[in-house]
């Protein structure tokens, strides 16, 4: 289904998809710097490893607030969103670079949460906008390649800093580099009347953010992103405990783990970018996933360290192949109104995330980290029978 056709096509240039990628890396470094440095950042401002820990809720958090972001965009353009979501990204790192308190240190990554839930629609929506869609998923997916290489390339270096320097040196080293990137983003070509004609060609005309959302085809694939998150969520809270209970790993092996995940994303990445235009957007996305419920039901049959990471990493590089693939598949499914639909593609990401990070650590608790598992298989493997039947491709 396609409502609304694309006008005005202006293809990016390599220069600028490598702008975009930097942006999209540095505000990706900033929001994954937390995980690594939550023991960190408790030690330096005496509080306690759950208080710390609000700190990844706050940026989930923000992630439910995409819509507006997709809004803003549709109204005013892309261009000058991902310009504002640099200006907060900023002022987020600004704050957590001068904080003496948790508190203060927290209302900057509140900020920094903020920007990223404006800017990543917006950087979506820019490419898609620009892009054919018969070539979206190989731009997309080297815009996403940007999520893997920030923990690869951007954590070592930015753990190192704050280990010889402190926290102060790490957030005014990201504010000076967050300056010259805003800078770097006014060199972005205009958008203006780029994205679709609107109610017959009446750009003017405005746009119901609720009613594109509730057409059938979009709350579909939303409704089936949503139910796919919660399910892998499960997993992904639960694996390093399982990896403890279960075969006794150390801290120092599950550093290990999380690296070779690493290179996994960075490898289903580099998959999607290169395969997903050939192989079909809807028919990559829900071939991913089916892989994806196939590894988590066997996953409990483990009988050994060994089997255990081989079908940890199969799942998380057919997840990376899926959840790369569906970002180009919603974008083509509505011109009219794309950063919206792309901004709540992203809230319906973080809503998943939040139902399975709540419920993974009761489950695992109360019926073994098994079930997790098992639960986790059959719904993404419902979910991709109820993609089968209600989830269409369109080619906005």
């Known amino acids: 289904m396609i409502t609304g056709t694309t006008t005005n096509l202006q293809t990016l240039?390599?220069?600028?998809?490598?702008?975009?990628?930097?942006?999209?890396?540095?505000?990706s470094l900033v929001f994954r710097l937390v995980y690594p440095l939550l023991t960190f950042l408790a030690a330096s401002f005496a509080v306690d490893l759950s208080t710390a820990s609000l700190l990844i809720t706050v940026q989930v958090a923000a992630s439910l607030l995409s819509p507006l972001g997709g809004v803003l965009s549709d109204r005013f353009g892309d261009?000058?969103?991902?310009?504002?979501?640099?200006?907060?990204?900023?002022l987020g790192v600004a704050v957590c670079g001068v904080s003496s308190s948790f508190g203060l240190f927290l209302s900057g990554y509140a900020l920094v949460g903020l920007a990223v839930a404006i800017?990543?629609?917006?950087?979506?929506?820019?490419?898609?906008?620009?892009?054919?869609?018969?070539?979206?998923?190989?731009?997309l997916g080297v815009l996403e390649l940007s999520w893997a290489l920030s923990a690869l390339l951007g954590i070592p270096l930015v753990t190192w800093v704050a280990e010889q320097f402190g926290l102060a040196m790490v957030f005014a080293g990201l504010t000076v580099v967050g300056i010259a990137t805003v800078a770097l983003m006014t060199m972005l070509p205009n958008d203006e009347r780029i994205h679709y004609t609107q109610f017959g060609g009446d750009t003017s005309a405005g746009v119901n953010p609720i009613q594109i959302v509730l057409k059938p085809v979009i709350l579909a694939a939303l409704s089936f992103i949503f139910v796919q998150m919660a399910a892998v969520e499960?997993?992904?809270?639960?694996?390093?405990?399982w990896l403890?209970?279960?075969?006794?790993?150390?801290?120092?092996?599950?550093?290990?783990v999380f690296g070779l995940l690493g290179v996994v994303e960075l490898i289903g990445s580099l998959a999607a970018t290169l395969f997903t235009d050939r192989i079909g957007k809807r028919r990559a996305v829900l071939g991913g996933f089916a892989l994806?419920?196939?590894?988590?039901l066997l996953l409990p049959q483990s009988t050994s360290w060994l089997t255990f990471l081989i079908l940890l990493l199969?799942?998380?590089?057919c997840f990376e192949f899926a959840i790369v693939s569906t970002f180009p598949l919603i974008s083509g499914l509505s011109a009219q109104g794309r950063g919206t639909v792309l901004a709540a593609m992203?809230?319906?990401?973080?809503?998943?995330?939040?139902?399975g990070s709540l419920v993974a650590p009761w489950l695992s608790v109360t019926a073994g980290y098994a079930v997790n598992s098992t639960l986790a298989g059959i719904l993404v493997l419902c979910g991709v029978g109820f993609g089968i039947i209600a989830m269409r491709e369109g080619r906005a």
């Open 13 to 27: 240039s390599w220069f600028h998809v490598a702008m975009l990628v930097w942006m999209r890396w540095l505000i």
């Open 79 to 90: 261009r000058i969103v991902i310009l504002w979501g640099g200006i907060i990204f900023v």
């Open 119 to 139: 800017a990543m629609p917006a950087l979506q929506s820019y490419v898609s906008a620009r892009s054919h869609y018969s070539q979206r998923a190989r731009l």
């Open 234 to 241: 499960l997993i992904f809270v639960s694996y390093a405990g």
């Open 244 to 256: 403890e209970y279960t075969f006794g790993a150390t801290t120092t092996e599950l550093g290990l």
């Open 292 to 296: 994806v419920g196939v590894w988590l």
């Open 314 to 317: 199969a799942f998380d590089l």
């Open 346 to 355: 992203t809230a319906s990401i973080g809503g998943g995330r939040i139902l």
